[in-house]
T-cell receptor, first 113, second 115 residues
Framework: QQQVKQSPQSLIVQKGGISIINCAYENTAFDYFPWYQQFPGKGPALLIAIRPDVSEKKEGRFTISFNKSAKQFSLHIMDSQPGDSATYFCAARGGTSYGKLTFGQGTILTVHP | GAVVSQHPSRVICKSGTSVKIECRSLDFQATTMFWYRQFPKKSLMLMATSNEGSKATYEQGVEKDKFLINHASLTLSTLTVTSAHPEDSSFYIC???????????FGPGTRLTVT
């Protein structure tokens, strides 16, 4: 019940296109849903995060869509750029694992020029 | 923004030796720090939760006698891999939390290679 399932495992997008990564969870006690971007050999960096009382949050080219009833949330990267090529992780926090983050499996995004 | 550093960034050690990795919060006090392990092309696996002034809480399956964690101050936590073996080779990442309700800020990671 603590799992967060992320898809797809890998994604190839042309420059200027939209990248969409999806996550699903089971634990309704999760109260915070961040997305992280990780470049090879580096630690994860927070990209954007959302709480379940909001259905959408946008920061620049990055948007989180949140569907509480379906227990799903997704990351949309508009106007994808080659510099966006990285691994993206969704995560969830809350429930019985107070303070801990439960990570999705990760999505390797490649944006072709 | 909140900055977390790790030292060293890379370390190579011989089998049987011990290695210490430091995690520091540079511009905030962290009551809680987390230690993760990441294998190539895999997700982050939580190893333990480190609280200042108390014993670390280890995740199931993580050997606490092998991975010693010390959170001696509000800005420093250390992970010591004791009697390291090649299977301990991995990317170790820490994160620090100013307060249990705040965001986790991640360090840049430490690449450990055991020969």
């Amino acid at each position: 019940q603590q799992q967060v399932k992320q898809s797809p495992q890998s994604l190839i997008v042309q420059k200027g296109g939209i990248s969409i990564i999806n996550c699903a969870y089971e634990n309704t006690a999760f109260d915070y849903f961040p997305w992280y971007q990780q470049f090879p050999g580096k630690g994860p960096a927070l990209l954007i995060a959302i709480r379940p009382d909001v259905s959408e949050k946008k920061e620049g080219r990055f948007t989180i869509s949140f569907n509480k009833s379906a227990k799903q949330f997704s990351l949309h990267i508009m106007d994808s750029q080659p510099g966006d090529s990285a691994t993206y992780f969704c995560a969830a926090r809350g429930g019985t694992s107070y303070g801990k983050l439960t990570f999705g499996q990760g999505t390797i995004l490649t944006v072709h020029p | 923004g909140a900055v977390v550093s790790q030292h060293p960034s890379r370390v190579i050690c011989k089998s049987g030796t011990s290695v210490k990795i430091e995690c520091r919060s540079l511009d905030f006090q962290a009551t809680t720090m987390f230690w993760y392990r990441q294998f190539p092309k895999k997700s982050l696996m939580l190893m333990a939760t480190s609280n200042e002034g108390s014993k670390a809480t280890y995740e199931q399956g993580v050997e606490k006698d092998k991975f010693l964690i010390n959170h001696a101050s509000l800005t420093l936590s250390t992970l010591t891999v004791t009697s390291a073996h090649p299977e301990d080779s991995s990317f170790y990442i820490c994160s620090a939390v100013p307060d249990i309700s705040y965001e986790q800020y991640f360090g840049p990671g430490t690449r450990l290679t055991v020969t």
